[in-house]
């Protein structure tokens, strides 16, 4: 991977599970970034606004800090990964309790520059 042409962005704290998540950062993945932002915007999932965000920090660093091409970059990679879980205790019949578990994400996107789009093998 050439260091010069990808641009990085992460959230540590998404608060969602990582496979809702993963449903949504594995559909923008090989996309030029406009259509990837078009599809996150009209997306009715709630959690693609954050995701929004992290591809527009990604875009900006790709802009400011590695002087790329904006109308060349695509999304390489996307991942997900898992934070920490929140427990939480719901009460219950009889003196009982039962557990909640309120987990968290990790999400990167790493942007590249092509002169020209790749064919993926079908």
Same mark, same amino acid.
């Given at each position: 991977?050439?260091?010069? =042409?990808?641009? &990085? ?18 559909? &923008? ?10 599809? @996150?915007?009209?997306?009715? /999932?709630?959690?693609?606004?954050? &995701? =929004?965000?992290?591809?527009?920090? !990604?875009? !900006? ?6 002087? @790329?091409?904006?109308?060349? @970059? ?12 929140? /427990?939480?205790?719901?009460?219950? !019949? ?23 789009? /790749?064919?993926?093998?079908?």
């Amino acid at each position: 991977m050439n260091q010069n =042409l990808t641009a &990085i962005a992460k959230d540590n704290m998404v608060r969602i599970s990582p496979n809702k998540l993963s449903i949504i950062v594995k559909s &923008i993945v090989n996309m030029n970034v406009n259509s990837a932002i078009n599809q @996150l915007q009209f997306s009715s /999932k709630r959690i693609s606004r954050t &995701i =929004l965000k992290v591809l527009n920090a !990604a875009v !900006a660093n790709a802009e400011n800090n590695k002087q @790329l091409d904006i109308d060349n @970059l695509f999304v390489k990679e996307a991942f997900v990964g898992k934070s920490l879980r929140m /427990k939480r205790w719901r009460p219950r !019949a009889k003196g009982r309790a039962a557990s909640i578990i309120k987990p968290f994400s990790k999400v990167t996107i790493v942007l590249e520059e092509r002169s020209e789009i /790749k064919k993926e093998k079908l």
